[in-house]
């Protein structure tokens, strides 16, 4: 959520935000999009615009980029923040813009040398290993590669997700593969949490309708009982439901005409099974790649030792 002293701030700038990226030898600013980071539930969502650089330039874009011939020095406790950092952030920043920064003491400094607002906290964590994992494509002018002790070591968004999932897995064994299968994983959920409310108003008429509790229904199973009422059809994809169940409903399809969306509950129910197919296949490959990632890490530890 916008904190209520920055919201006028906020809009003045049309919702865009400065971003303070370090890199290995520099400096870069960005613009973001401030909605991304002030979302409900932002800290389970922002990691997934940045699974595929193509969606993650949509939210961030490069404004800037200077080399430091000593970085140290650049910000640091000891030293505040330097004049060519100084200026090349109050270049790029508006009015009343907060800047978003990776580190707790870089917000700190900056607070106080420069009195710009400062933004650092979980969800920013995630940004920042986003943007890290398209770093060259982000900042081309940057040739080096990313220390590991400089990386932000696993998206906390990500981490919950497969937690979720039943899928513990450590920040070290996360490669490439793993972070674009749980892709499938986030849109899943993100299709069950949108459609459920909506699926569970008109589920109310099932119980006037025909008799039906659907309290503890899931909203596949939901959205199925609507297709069936719609179409006036069993498929043979409907075995979530019971043959009496199926045939109760055919019956009082009629009933129904006036009281719901035909089309919609259709389109929600397309969605819903086809999340459902790709989360059953992604699961598989997922709990794969989860394995190979475990065996690896095993052959590491046994050679290290």
């Not at 590669?145 to 070290?172: A, C, I, N, T, Y």
């Not at 996360?174 to 994983?185: C, R």
């Not at 006036?258 to 929600?268: F, H, K, N, S």
Request: glycine share 6%; net charge neutral; aromatic share 8%.
């Amino acid at each position: 959520m916008i904190p209520m002293f920055a919201c006028d701030d906020f809009v003045k700038n049309h919702g865009v935000l400065l971003l303070l990226f370090e890199t290995p030898s520099g400096f870069a600013i960005f613009g973001v999009l401030g909605i991304y980071l002030y979302k409900s539930a932002a800290i389970e969502r922002v990691w997934a615009n940045f699974v595929h650089y193509d969606r993650a330039k949509e939210i961030v874009w490069l404004l800037e980029f200077q080399t430091f011939d000593d970085k140290s020095s650049a910000i640091s406790v000891g030293t505040g923040i330097n004049k060519q950092l100084t200026e090349m952030i109050m270049k790029r920043r508006n009015p009343g813009q907060t800047l978003v920064v990776g580190k707790q003491e870089y917000k700190s400094i900056i607070e106080s040398s420069l009195g710009i607002h400062c933004l650092h906290n979980e969800i920013v964590k995630d940004v920042m290993w986003g943007m890290q994992r398209h770093m060259h494509r982000l900042v081309p002018m940057e040739k080096s590669e990313l220390p590991k002790e400089d990386r932000v070591p696993m998206s906390q968004g990500l981490q919950m997700l497969l937690s979720r999932h039943g899928f513990h897995v450590k920040p070290k064994m996360i490669n490439e593969e793993i972070v674009v299968a749980a892709l499938s994983l986030f849109k899943y959920d993100v299709a069950k949490k949108e459609e459920y409310p909506p699926l569970r108003r008109i589920g109310g008429f099932l119980k006037d309708v025909s008799g039906i509790d659907c309290k503890n229904w899931r909203a596949l199973k939901i959205a199925t009982a609507f297709k069936i009422i719609c179409t006036h059809e069993i498929g043979d994809s409907d075995e979530t439901l019971s043959k009496d169940l199926q045939i109760k409903l055919l019956e009082d399809a009629d009933r129904y005409q006036d009281l719901i969306d035909g089309p919609a509950c259709i389109v929600t129910y397309r969605r819903l099974m086809y999340a459902h197919r790709d989360i059953t296949q992604s699961k598989g490959i997922f709990a794969s790649l989860v394995k190979k990632a475990k065996a690896s890490e095993s052959v590491l530890e046994e050679h290290g030792n």
